[in-house]
């Protein structure tokens, strides 16, 4: 994660609790607990947080990214397509949404919100198989914020 110009690394660990609510742990790569909440579309609860990364701003980020990240339904208001992705058109509340998803095997590779027809996050996913993602990347557009997260397998 780069945030500015500082960069912090851990291993992150997204748990789905039940239906609507997932849990996110980040650790150091060392296992020490940096930050610890449960999510949903309409919900945040903070269980732990490093006493560093205690600042509204960076509680905020977090808790917008990934109820963006974790969102399960876009309704489809209009749909596009271009040389190799079929695009839909999502509007929910003041923001919209484009879903960009490979011609072929129909993979979600892309999803970019934007507000006020700018555009403000971009989530980018990579993936082999069709059931998850082995990278998604989250990247701002107003601020100089990324998020990298990658998949650890069992061979990893």
Known sequence: MDIY????????IIKKITE????VVM??????????FEISEND??????????????????????FQELLRQKYPVA???ENDDS???????????YYLYY?????????IVCTKNEKEKIDFTFASKKPTFAETIN?????????IKLFQITETE
């Open 20 to 23: 609507t609510t997932h849990r």
């Open 86 to 96: 079929d695009i839909f058109l999502s509007k929910i509340d003041k923001k919209t």
């Open 138 to 146: 989250l990247e701002h557009k107003d601020f100089k914020i990324t």
């Open 78 to 80: 209009e749909s596009f």
């Open 102 to 110: 490979t011609k072929v095997y129909h993979q979600l590779k892309k």
């Open 44 to 65: 945040f609860k903070l269980n732990y947080v490093l006493a560093d990364l205690d600042k509204k701003m960076v509680i905020n980020f977090l808790k917008n990214d």
């Open 5 to 12: 110009k500082n960069h912090v690394s851990g291993i992150l």
């Open 27 to 36: 650790t150091s790569d060392f296992g020490n607990k940096m930050i610890d």
